[in-house]
């Protein structure tokens, strides 16, 4: 793959955009243009050479590019963005991109849309809605709404809340009575100190039972009526990391609909949810990737109108006293996970899928199993390394549910 060199073309800033959004390596046919803080990406059947475009004035620079009917991007789960090889059509030139950075990854939007500018207005839209979520469910941003609402801990009253953060934390704490505590976003305390211990290299484990008075989903009521929050104890935390991407991935897509795009995809680090399929297409291609994210998918999947999580700890990880920790928190022991694993988990909504890949993880193969029985609408692949061999397990729907959200309707898109 060659790597396509911007400096002569762009100022330092922009390049670093590019590179942000992982587009300074890439084998594809496209028009690429600089706007503001995205990146639009135009695809092109007939086009090999690569034209940039600066906002205040045109410098064009003709690359060549190794061309191939097939783009794949790699990662924890790959994506691919491209047509199939088997069936190049119309649709093909029709495939539009635009990246922007936010909750601490790249966020890219594809649709199957005839008019740019069409693309560039509702994709500005689902950008600004995503923003807003951010604003209000950041664990990094001291004025975020969840981190001022932390503050208040323990609340004398409780306190009113935007419908958003209601919205991510009723799901939240949904999923904690349904995966049996694995999933707890008032682990932040705990998630705070792990942030530490992973910088230096080494845990405290009186810290960790000393933050495990503040944690736990009994010290968090929801009122439904008043739409209001009340925090039992003192230094509590609560932590959205492993929901709210997901709750801003479904928001866009609800955006791109209204302005009448219901063919589309947002991706978010690896978190994937999609509408209808590109036409001609049986689905938006996907993959699972196995304990090694640089090895290829282990299985395909055409997928539509749903969402695919992934969760995984190839890099983050602390090694002490001759253990390997997670950074994947189980808020029921305050220590990260020691089983070494990738977790895949479809569902009808990135919400849903973004919070039980976090659950699963805690889980494990033991546990996952009887947890899912009561769970239909999850389907989820794990491979885990026991005896420094891989291992995989598929929960028994996943065929079936792969199956039933193929896109069925193709011929009517």
Same mark, same amino acid.
């Given at each position: 793959m060659e790597t396509l060199r911007f400096a002569w073309i762009l100022s330092d800033g922009e390049v670093g955009k590019f590179r942000r959004a992982s587009y300074y390596e890439v084998k594809l046919k496209a028009y690429w243009i600089l706007l503001n803080d995205s990146i639009i990406c135009r695809r092109d059947k007939g086009l090999r050479e690569l034209i940039s475009h600066r906002r205040t004035r045109s410098v064009g620079a003709k690359v060549t590019l190794s061309f191939s009917k097939g783009t794949v991007f790699w990662?924890?789960?790959?994506?691919?963005? $491209?047509? !199939?090889?088997? %069936?190049? @059509?119309?649709? =093909?030139? !029709?495939?539009?991109?635009? !990246?922007?950075?936010h909750m601490g990854t790249i966020v890219r939007i594809v649709a199957d849309c005839d008019d740019a500018g069409h693309f560039r207005k509702a994709t500005d839209e689902a950008f600004a809605r995503i923003r807003e979520i951010e604003q209000i469910c950041s664990d990094y941003r001291s004025d975020s709404e969840v981190l001022q609402l932390s503050a208040k801990s323990p609340t004398e009253t409780p306190i009113l809340v935007s419908d958003d953060l209601w919205n991510v934390l009723a799901e939240a704490?949904?999923?904690?009575?349904? !995966?049996?505590?694995a999933f707890d976003i008032t682990v932040g305390p705990?998630?705070?100190?792990?942030? %530490?211990?992973?910088?230096?290299?080494?845990?405290? $484990?009186? %810290?960790?039972?000393?933050?495990?008075? /503040?944690?736990?989903?009994?010290?968090?009521?929801?009122? =439904?009526?008043?739409q209001a929050v009340s925090l039992a104890v003192s230094n509590m935390r609560i932590d959205l990391g492993g929901i709210a991407k997901g709750y801003a991935i479904d928001a866009a897509l609800e955006i791109l609909t209204s302005h009448d795009i219901p063919r589309a995809l947002v991706d978010a680090g690896g978190d994937v949810a999609v509408t209808g399929a590109p036409r001609g297409e049986a689905g938006w291609r996907?993959?699972?990737?196995?304990?090694?994210?640089?090895?290829?998918?282990?299985?395909?999947?055409?997928? $539509?109108? @749903? +969402?695919? +999580?992934? /969760?995984?700890?190839?890099?983050?990880?602390? =090694?002490?006293?001759?253990?390997?920790? /997670?950074?994947?928190?189980?808020?029921?022991?305050?220590?990260?996970?020691?089983?070494? +694993?990738?977790?895949t988990v479809f569902a009808k909504s990135a919400t849903e899928a973004d919070a039980w890949a976090s659950a699963i993880s805690v889980l494990g193969?033991? =546990?996952?199993?009887?947890?899912?029985?009561?769970?239909?609408?999850? +389907?989820?692949w794990i491979e885990v390394l026991v005896d420094e061999k891989p291992i995989s397990w598929a929960s028994t729907n996943l065929g079936s549910w792969l199956s039933e959200h193929s896109q069925k309707q193709s011929a009517d898109n």
């Open positions: 990662g924890a789960l790959m994506l691919a963005l $491209s047509m !199939s090889n088997y %069936r190049l @059509c119309a649709g =093909e030139n !029709s495939l539009l991109t635009v !990246s922007q950075p704490q949904k999923v904690n009575r349904a !995966s049996n505590g705990l998630t705070k100190e792990w942030r %530490r211990f992973r910088r230096r290299g080494q845990l405290d $484990s009186e %810290r960790i039972e000393a933050m495990q008075g /503040s944690v736990g989903a009994q010290h968090l009521t929801l009122d =439904e009526n008043a996907v993959g699972l990737a196995g304990l090694d994210p640089k090895q290829p998918p282990i299985m395909i999947a055409y997928i $539509s109108q @749903c +969402a695919v +999580a992934t /969760s995984g700890d190839a890099f983050q990880f602390l =090694e002490h006293d001759g253990k390997r920790y /997670s950074h994947i928190l189980d808020p029921r022991t305050g220590y990260g996970v020691e089983h070494r +694993a990738t977790v193969p033991q =546990e996952t199993p009887n947890v899912l029985k009561q769970q239909p609408g999850i +389907a989820a």
